[in-house]
């Protein structure tokens, strides 16, 4: 900026210089015409009374010849008559005009050489003035050209002293700096460029700004140079995505490109800095490729995570299946041996029947058998087949997706009942209270396995070592929501552990073989299934207390 600015002062100089002295020139021209003029003027009156003094001088001349002659006649003794004829009696008149034509003739010739003799000093008064006009003119233009060339010289050091300035400056900046012209020409390149590419400074000047991008990016930069050129802007780091160079041993570095603009016109020069981002661009790679790595092992560890899930869904139920089965291995022990003890009676009485020796109180006895047999079939019958449908909804309800509306009062009942055989011979109590409407309408297999595993926890890890407590379950119904809360009077749950019971395989009993499924499984089943919350209020020796809130209506029937 600061050589534009002198380049106009020294141009606006040069003109006001031009115009001086052409004025001066114009004035020294136009006064030396007035004095050719006045010159002209004095020499035509000349030439005229030159030309009156010249036929005065002829008729003088005439008259001059003829008073000759007269001499001669004289001389000779001429008669009068003669004489007269010669000399006539006009001639005095003639003579007389003559000399007063001459007196003012001499009048003129002294005022006319009096005007010239003034205009002659008028015209060396005038050359002395424009002798001393040209040279004023000529010492000041001399002057001002000095110091004009005096100004050019000391601002022509100036520049190279700031131009050198800037170059040691450019060469101590940290990153690339290239100066390049509208035609893709660099023109200025500090040493970190020269580092940074590869090349020396000679050959980075004069070499196309493309040469230094890729092949690929080289086609469509042209155009975009244009552009740039046509609107410069300034453009900061990172307003552009990161871009690539091409180094002189061919690497493609990362860098981001920062651009101003000095100058007009052909003279506008684009100043681009380069950052090499390489490190930086290679580190969000490899975070990247690690970011696809951890998705795709995120969604492997979901599949591993919905496996065991399904297999401690499937465990519990076999579990289930296993409790069941040796629950209803007994009332139909019991049903077998009554009916065969049944059949045995039947065939004593029988044998007495048909030998004629049965009696009335053998005949008592059987009918007090057969009474007794057909009420412990009943009994027993009637336990296993409760057992079978309590089984048979709570085992349809955990492995089929399907919505239907229960009572749910009932179906605790049921779930209670299916889990009667892990309660067998512990001496825990389980008191259910429910208050309100119950009627349900969603995935009841959710709630049955949300019930059986709080309970599977309480009984391995609350009560440990065949410790006594007590559970208690209360559902409260409103018009949209249910609220379930399970409280056991156990061990409870430390406060470390709190925080992410809900986690998947969190748990204190590992060595026991907890899987640390099963709270992950209540959570699961109480935000996606159930469309809930559920919250766990502990502390150590307190108990466990569970609060489970959901609407009452989860899902349409199907």
Not at 109 to 131: G, H, P, R
Not at 172 to 182: E, G, K
Not at 297 to 311: D, F, N, P, R, T
Not at 461 to 483: E, H, M, W
Request: proline fraction near 2%; charge should be positive; hydrophobic fraction near 40%.
């Amino acid at each position: 900026m600061p050589i534009q600015v002198h380049k106009s002062a020294f141009r606006r100089q040069a003109i006001y210089i031009t115009l001086g002295g052409g004025l001066i020139v114009a004035l020294t021209i136009f006064l030396g015409m007035m004095s050719l003029a006045r010159f002209g003027a004095v020499e035509a009156a000349w030439e005229d009374h030159s030309k009156r003094a010249s036929a005065i001088g002829g008729m003088l001349d005439i008259y001059i010849q003829k008073y000759k002659q007269l001499g001669a006649l004289t001389a000779t003794d001429q008669d009068l008559q003669t004489i007269d004829a010669f000399v006539k009696e006009s001639d005095a008149k003639d003579l007389k005009a003559l000399d007063i034509l001459e007196n003012r003739l001499g009048k003129q010739a002294d005022n006319t050489q009096k005007k010239a003799l003034k205009s002659y000093a008028e015209a060396v008064y005038f050359l002395k003035i424009l002798t001393g006009l040209l040279i004023l003119t000529v010492a000041t233009g001399i002057a001002l050209m000095i110091l004009f060339l005096r100004r050019v010289v000391v601002a022509n050091e100036g520049i190279i002293k700031r131009q050198e300035q800037l170059d040691i400056l450019l060469d101590t900046f940290p990153d690339p700096m290239l100066n390049v012209s509208p035609k893709g020409d660099i023109v200025r390149a500090n040493m970190m460029a020269s580092t940074f590419f590869g090349y020396t400074t000679d050959e980075l000047l004069g070499m196309r700004i493309e040469q230094l991008l890729p092949s690929r990016f080289r086609k469509n930069h042209p155009r975009q140079r244009r552009k740039y050129f046509k609107k410069p802007e300034h453009r900061s780091m990172g307003s552009r995505s990161t871009l690539q160079a091409l180094t002189k041993d061919g690497r493609e570095p990362f860098v981001e490109i920062s651009l101003s603009h000095t100058g007009s016109g052909e003279n506008r020069l684009a100043t681009v800095n380069v950052l090499d981002v390489t490190e930086r661009e290679q580190g969000r790679l490899e975070l990247e490729h690690a970011r696809k790595r951890a998705e795709s092992a995120l969604k492997l560890q979901g599949k591993l995570q919905a496996g065991l899930v399904e297999s401690e869904k499937m465990a519990a139920l076999g579990g289930l299946v296993a409790g069941i089965a040796h629950e209803i291995n007994t009332p139909i022990g019991v049903a077998l041996t009554s009916a065969t003890h049944l059949s045995s009676e039947t065939k004593k009485a029988n044998a007495l029947y048909r030998s004629g020796e049965m009696t009335e109180e053998a005949l008592n006895d059987y009918f007090d058998t057969a009474n007794q047999v057909a009420q412990m079939l009943s009994l027993n019958t009637q336990r296993a087949s409760d057992l079978i449908q309590s089984f048979k909804q709570v085992a349809v309800d955990q492995t089929a997706d399907k919505s239907r509306t229960y009572d749910l009062e009932s179906y605790i009942q049921e779930t209670l009942l299916s889990l009667k055989p892990h309660l067998k011979n512990r001496p825990i109590k389980i008191q259910v209270k429910c208050v309100g409407d119950m009627s349900v309408t969603g995935h009841a297999g959710g709630v049955s396995q949300v019930l059986t595993n709080f309970i599977t926890n309480s009984v391995r890890y609350a009560f440990d070592g065949g410790q006594s407590g007590n559970i208690n379950i209360s559902v409260k119904g409103t018009k949209r929501n249910i609220k379930l809360v399970y409280k056991d009077d156990g061990n409870g749950i430390s406060a470390d552990l709190q925080k992410n019971v809900f986690d998947p395989f969190v748990t204190t009993g590992r060595s026991a073989g907890g899987s640390g499924l099963g709270l992950y499984i209540v959570y699961n089943i109480v935000t996606q299934s159930l469309k809930g919350s559920v919250e766990l209020t502990s502390a150590e020796n307190e108990g466990a207390k569970f609060v489970v809130r959901f609407p009452r209506v989860t899902a349409a029937l199907n």
